[in-house]
């Protein structure tokens, strides 16, 4: 299997790969999931587990950190970008069923 087959909400990083991975601390990661800002995956015995996707959001946190906001700002900041990704994603769905052409009646039509 190569990492590209690895679905990426899937858990596989332990938090001190995670931590290694993203540049930050185990401590800074245990902290942003108090706070709300990601839940990564458990295994049955309590282990975290981080995925591709967790990531890439604790990335977008350390950005938002250096740009100067605070914990709860960035919340709301991941808030709002999670909600526009979604309002997006409803609007391509409704554009594509715009696009698509009417369905034909079942007779059909002779000239003479």
Do not use: C
Not at 58 to 73: D, F, M, P
């Amino acid at each position: 299997m190569r990492p590209s087959d690895v679905d990426p909400a899937q858990g596989v990083y332990g938090i001190s790969v995670a931590a290694d991975l993203v540049g930050m601390d185990p401590q800074s990661l245990r902290l942003y999931e108090r706070r709300g800002l990601l839940e990564p995956a458990r295994t049955d015995g309590g282990t975290r587990r981080y995925s591709s996707d967790d990531l890439a959001r604790l990335q977008r946190i350390g950005h938002l950190l250096a740009a100067g906001l605070n914990l709860a700002g960035i919340a709301r900041v991941l808030e709002l970008e999670t909600e526009n990704a979604r309002l997006r994603a409803a609007l391509e769905l409704t554009q594509a069923a715009d696009m698509e052409p009417p369905p034909r009646s079942g007779r059909l039509r002779t000239t003479d």
